[in-house]
């Protein structure tokens, strides 16, 4: 059997081409055979064409490079859900677009490892180019803010309550009841306090229970808010915040992850207000950024702020090759090996522009905005409130939370939508987290009503599934 090509190099582009034809019509067949945003009949079915199309994994005998392509990506592509469906709405799970996925490509035949500048050379210049000027969006005046490259949300928080228990010992964190659960786990990990939870009777932290917080703790304390709650989308009220841990001499941290691209947005940037006050803020474009995952960000404003993130390792940034001037990576991540996830975000930036990926925000928040007077103009339905960002949530008026979950699972196990499920002011809802950009306000108006149908068969008489 002959030895199979490399993806790099000169030839490697040759080797590839054939290989993507038969990538590119396997995900046609697959999304064709699936034909809506998930494969119908659950997780047995599901998991059995899997087992079916892919025994035997591992034959005595390979099968070749394009029967094995051919056969998994089909069967992936068959059995996904497909974010890029306007009825796949349950999660901050988004349909990358083409050329962020072409540029993942590149980054994938190249592989660049970002643990060292001899692995990485124009990868790594590229990268320090994309954090400095993403970490100038979130601190505009700032004389040298900085940012990490992670793989989302959860390590960017992580990080940050690292840092700051670097910064000041067994730092005492404080968040409310709508973070995400990433602080916690956060807190956990690294050996630190529970945190201390505010309430958020409103779906945003109530300031005037930080503050009585605030004033009862003692040593040093960190606050993180949220831009864009994980389940209704909510935006804490970030200015009030910032005044209050400056008055009390707190650190600050803002997850973003969900709202931060809406400072691209003239029109919804002003939500943000307050953003830039904080000691760090978490990014993540593989959200409303529309990037293949992962694609995180951690930003500070200034770059001695990840001082303590350095790590020495001989064999990666020896002291005398640092003196010499090649660039020190290793303290750029707490991972050694890292892909090149700047370029797809870097190529997406300098391709659609500030005006293009302001578009894509006001197109998408637009969306939400229709789908919500539909809701509210369908009879027999029920809106939980307007959306801050993309998320809405309702669910068939009169109906318990049993019979919302079962609207749910029918869905999904015909096939037919995928929706989320978030608890608010004491009852489930359905959650529609829109994220696609060519979402039309006609497969808006086919998604309420796959969940009247859905909610009428079941009030009929069909067992709940």
């Known amino acids: 059997?002959?030895?199979?090509?490399?993806?790099?190099?000169?030839?490697?582009?040759?080797?590839?081409?054939?290989?993507?034809?038969?990538?590119?019509?396997?995900?046609?067949?697959?999304?064709?055979?699936?034909?809506?945003?998930?494969?119908?009949?659950?997780?047995?079915?599901?998991?059995?064409?899997?087992?079916?199309?892919?025994?035997?994994?591992?034959?005595?005998?390979?099968?070749?490079?394009?029967?094995?392509?051919?056969?998994?990506?089909?069967?992936?592509?068959?059995?996904?859900?497909?974010?890029?469906?306007?009825?796949?709405?349950?999660?901050?799970?988004?349909?990358?677009?083409?050329?962020?996925?072409?540029?993942?490509?590149?980054?994938?035949?190249?592989?660049?490892?970002?643990?060292?500048?001899?692995?990485?050379?124009?990868?790594?210049?590229?990268?320090?180019?994309?954090?400095?000027?993403?970490?100038?969006?979130?601190?505009?005046?700032?004389?040298?803010?900085?940012?990490?490259?992670?793989?989302?949300?959860?390590?960017?928080?992580?990080?940050?309550?690292?840092?700051?228990?670097?910064?000041?010992?067994?730092?005492?964190?404080?968040?409310?009841?709508?973070?995400?659960?990433?602080?916690?786990?956060?807190?956990?990990?690294?050996g630190l306090p529970r945190p201390v939870v505010i309430p958020a009777p409103t779906g945003v932290m109530d300031v005037t229970a930080l503050r009585d917080a605030l004033l009862r703790l003692d040593g040093p304390l960190l606050v993180t808010a949220t831009a864009g709650t994980t389940d209704t989308g909510r935006i804490d009220p970030l200015d009030h915040i910032a005044d209050l841990t400056t008055t009390h001499g707190a650190d600050l941290h803002i997850d973003a992850a969900y709202g931060g691209p809406l400072l691209f947005s003239p029109t919804h940037r002003a939500a943000l207000t307050g953003l830039h006050r904080a000691d760090s803020v978490t990014l993540d474009l593989h959200k409303l950024g529309w990037q293949p995952a992962s694609a995180g960000i951690l930003a500070v404003p200034h770059r001695h702020d990840l001082d303590a993130l350095h790590h020495?390792?001989?064999?990666?940034?020896?002291?005398?090759?640092?003196?010499?001037?090649?660039?020190?990576?290793?303290?750029?991540?707490?991972?050694?090996?890292?892909?090149?996830?700047?370029?797809?975000?870097?190529?997406?930036?300098?391709?659609?522009?500030?005006?293009?990926?302001?578009?894509?925000?006001?197109?998408?928040?637009?969306?939400?905005?229709?789908?919500?007077?539909?809701?509210?103009?369908?009879?027999?339905?029920?809106?939980?409130?307007?959306?801050?960002?993309?998320?809405?949530?309702?669910?068939p008026a009169g109906a318990d939370d049993t019979t919302v979950a079962a609207i749910r699972r029918t869905l999904l196990t015909d096939g037919r939508a995928v929706l989320g499920r978030a608890h608010a002011d004491g009852r489930l809802w359905l959650k529609a987290t829109l994220l696609n950009p060519h979402t039309t306000p006609q497969d808006l108006d086919r998604l309420t009503a796959l969940v009247t149908q859905a909610a009428t068969a079941l009030t009929e008489g069909s067992a709940p599934r």
């Not at 050329?99 to 060292?116: E, F, G, I, R, V």
């Not at 020896?318 to 001037?325: I, K, M």
């Not at 892909?339 to 522009?353: E, F």
Request: proline letters at 9%.
């Open 1 to 190: 059997m002959p030895i199979p090509p490399l993806a790099g190099g000169t030839a490697g582009p040759a080797h590839l081409r054939p290989l993507i034809d038969t990538v590119l019509t396997a995900l046609h067949h697959g999304a064709t055979r699936r034909d809506g945003p998930l494969p119908a009949g659950g997780p047995a079915t599901v998991t059995q064409h899997l087992r079916d199309a892919a025994h035997p994994l591992i034959p005595d005998q390979g099968t070749g490079a394009h029967h094995a392509l051919r056969t998994l990506v089909t069967a992936l592509a068959e059995g996904a859900a497909d974010p890029a469906h306007p009825h796949c709405a349950a999660h901050l799970h988004t349909p990358p677009l083409a050329l962020a996925a072409a540029a993942d490509l590149a980054a994938s035949a190249l592989n660049p490892s970002m643990d060292s500048w001899d692995q990485a050379p124009a990868a790594s210049a590229l990268e320090d180019l994309l954090t400095t000027a993403l970490a100038a969006e979130v601190y505009p005046h700032a004389t040298q803010p900085d940012a990490l490259v992670t793989t989302g949300g959860t390590e960017a928080n992580q990080l940050t309550l690292l840092l700051a228990r670097e910064r000041h010992g067994p730092v005492q964190t404080v968040c409310a009841a709508n973070a995400h659960h990433s602080i916690a786990r956060a807190a956990w990990l690294l």
């Open 312 to 395: 020495h390792a001989p064999y990666l940034n020896a002291d005398d090759d640092t003196d010499a001037g090649l660039p020190d990576l290793l303290g750029r991540s707490l991972r050694t090996t890292r892909r090149p996830d700047a370029l797809k975000i870097a190529v997406t930036l300098q391709a659609l522009g500030r005006d293009g990926l302001a578009d894509l925000v006001d197109r998408t928040v637009a969306a939400a905005h229709h789908l919500a007077r539909v809701v509210t103009r369908t009879p027999g339905l029920q809106l939980y409130a307007h959306p801050t960002i993309s998320t809405v949530l309702f669910r």
